[in-house]
């Protein structure tokens, strides 16, 4: 005999933006040497200008990270993530929150569309999709609990027995100790930086795959630091050194200049997509084959939603996903781990030469890379170890 179930409706009782202060984690392991990320220049947009090219954190906002914690009825609640401080959190408690408060708990694409469609008014992209990532992962990891189960078995189960990772970062020498068989560099040198600039990008890569041989993968990161022209310099003098990928040369709004790009580069492996925001942009891409692989962050384009709905146009295009940044957060793993069209997962390590991963910041309950793979955890919804004490409410009570 089957046995039949019915799951009982759930409404939502509240939706709040909230800090998750966790405690540091105390050092142990003494680096070798400090990471690279600490003082390395990195190509960006902003490198135009010399006052702040040395380092983006001289231009980049100083807001920090926003939760959502979204509870049900029963008092079950469920928890997200994502970035930029108080403007976020103000999108959530000011308009999210009372249009969907007394929604249904499990209504995830019914919700999703409701945000998308909420945040018309002031633009769905940008800070809008940042908060509506924040509560869409939320109403995910609720599910979960609800549910009883991984966010990865809701999502369909386990494509692949373990998830293979990509390291992100110059470290490579700590990256390959840990046992990574793929790299992505941050390209140093932009436009700004002329001729000079090109023959120290060069030499950065070709030291890389010296060291690294020729049985492992080799990508570029260009941070949104570059024009057509240069692009298509930089391609030609690295085609010897068999990049997989060259990531987000341009400014991500310039759609007029992907096209050209793929144009003058149709050799090239061209990945972007960590500057876009709802499915929207993704869909473009896809119709005009202006890019191979396409980069949401899961925690910035709309949440677990956003990131089914991508995936699925590139299923149907042919095209690769690797969500930004995706090994870094239990949302990324989760998902990437549920998709047969996403074979690899992106970690950007941040213990610097020397220090073990397990020493590293991280979400409790976030899964750790063993040479390279990773699965995630298996508790329910993203397997957070974060108790409700530890919430705090974005903004004080008046």
């Known amino acids: 005999m089957v046995a039949h179930f019915r799951i009982t409706p759930m409404k939502i009782r509240s939706i709040e933006a909230v800090r998750v202060p966790l405690p540091p984690r105390p050092a142990i392991t003494p680096p070798r040497r400090a990471g690279w990320a600490t003082d390395a220049e990195v190509a960006n947009p902003m490198s135009r200008y010399p006052q702040v090219k040395r380092h983006r954190s001289l231009w980049t906002p100083r807001w920090e990270s926003v939760y959502c914690k979204v509870t049900a009825e029963d008092g079950t609640w469920g928890l997200g993530m994502t970035s930029h401080g108080r403007a976020v959190a ?22 999703y569309d409701m945000m998308f469609r909420l945040t018309k008014p002031y633009g769905s992209t940008g800070l809008a999709s940042y908060a509506v990532s924040a509560v869409d992962l939320a109403l995910w990891d609720l599910k979960g609990k609800l549910l009883n189960q991984p966010v990865y078995s809701l999502l369909g189960g386990p494509a692949r027995e373990q998830q293979f990772c990509y390291s992100t970062g110059n470290d490579v020498d700590w990256y390959q100790e840990l046992g990574y068989r793929g790299f992505k560099l941050a390209c140093p040198y932009g436009p700004a930086d002329g001729l000079e600039g090109l023959d120290r990008n060069e030499a950065l890569v070709a030291a890389t795959r010296e060291r690294i041989g020729d049985d492992c993968d080799l990508m570029l990161d260009c941070w949104m630091a570059f024009d057509v022209e240069y692009t298509v310099r930089l391609a030609e003098r690295l085609r010897p050194y068999r990049l997989r990928w060259m990531e987000e040369c341009l400014i991500p709004e310039d759609l007029d200049s992907h096209v050209e790009l793929r144009q003058r580069l149709p050799w090239q492996t061209l990945s972007t997509g960590e500057h876009w925001y709802t499915p929207a942009p993704f869909s473009w891409a896809a119709a005009h084959r202006v890019v191979d692989l396409l980069q949401p962050d899961i925690c910035w384009c709309g949440g677990v939603s956003a990131c089914l709905q991508i995936v699925a146009m590139a299923d149907a295009a042919g095209l690769e996903v690797i969500l930004h940044g995706g090994g870094n957060t239990p949302y990324g793993q989760h998902f990437t781990y549920a998709m047969p069209g996403m074979p690899w997962l992106e970690t950007f390590v941040g213990s610097p030469p020397g220090v073990p991963l397990e020493e590293a910041a991280r979400m409790p309950g976030q899964a750790i890379p063993d040479q390279g793979w990773l699965v995630p955890s298996s508790a329910p919804g993203f397997g957070l170890e974060i108790e409700e004490g530890q919430l705090e409410p974005f903004f004080a009570a008046p």
């Open 90 to 111: 103000a999108v959530i408690e000011d308009h999210l929150a009372p249009q969907l408060v007394g929604e249904e708990c499990l209504a995830t694409g019914r919700l």
